[in-house]
């Protein structure tokens, strides 16, 4: 396990042989791409509705193909409410992707979009905010792309948590390494996301997750 250090939250599960690695602070963890992931078991605090938030973690990499998932929150498929941040070198860009449901509407879909893949096998901060009305999906601080929300909750009915470096139904696996990863209630300004980048340390804010990767317990 590794510890989630959000108000409340029990640990995480780290399956396979994810292993310890230098990152931003201290250690992080690496991913071989065959079995090895972090599961975040399910609670409600999780769930982060219709409300604005922020999704952020450091990432480095050089695969050059495959899906590459980051961060996946909700459910699987593409009727489901989610969240997913996924890697795509083939493409040369990471996708987020976000599903929403709202009443009885059928569901909808938005995807952004960076425009590299950042598979230069250094360390990267991603962000993906839900403010305003809008998305916005920032590499570094500096690079950002956005596109119009898509009203509606992100996790109605998911009971499934989060899942780090890989595909919730498990079909693909992430190859590279993951350091301090973070969910928050709010949507950080471009000021946090700059502060965050030059320091690796979380702004204040409501904590949804935290997971600093530094530290894996063997039961």
């Not at 590794?2 to 690695?21: C, I």
């Not at 065959?34 to 990499?61: E, K, N």
């Not at 059928?106 to 250094?122: F, I, M």
């Amino acid at each position: 396990t590794t510890p989630d250090r959000a108000p409340g939250a029990r640990p995480a599960t780290v399956l396979g042989g994810a292993r310890a690695t230098p990152g931003v602070l201290g250690r992080a963890l690496a991913f071989d791409g065959a079995d090895d992931a972090v599961q975040v078991p399910f609670r409600a605090s999780l769930a982060l509705g219709d409300a604005p938030f922020t999704c952020a973690l450091w990432f480095r990499y050089d695969a050059t193909g495959g899906e590459q998932p980051l961060l996946w929150t909700g459910g699987s498929g593409s009727r489901s409410p989610q969240v997913t941040l996924v890697g795509d070198p083939a493409h040369g860009r990471i996708t987020a992707t976000l599903t929403t449901v709202a009443g009885a509407a059928p569901p909808v879909t938005t995807e952004l979009s960076t425009a590299g893949a950042y598979n230069d096998g250094r360390w990267h901060l991603l962000a993906l905010r839900r403010t305003g009305g809008r998305l916005l999906l920032t590499v570094d601080a500096t690079a950002t792309t956005a596109a119009p929300d898509v009203p509606g909750s992100v996790s109605r009915g998911s009971a499934f948590g989060v899942r780090l470096g890989e595909r919730l139904d498990g079909r693909a696996r992430f190859t590279g390494a993951l350091d301090e990863t973070v969910v928050l209630g709010r949507a950080l300004s471009d000021a946090d996301l700059t502060a965050l980048h030059a320091t690796g340390r979380t702004p204040a804010g409501p904590v949804v997750l935290r997971l600093g990767l530094d530290r894996v317990t063997t039961p």
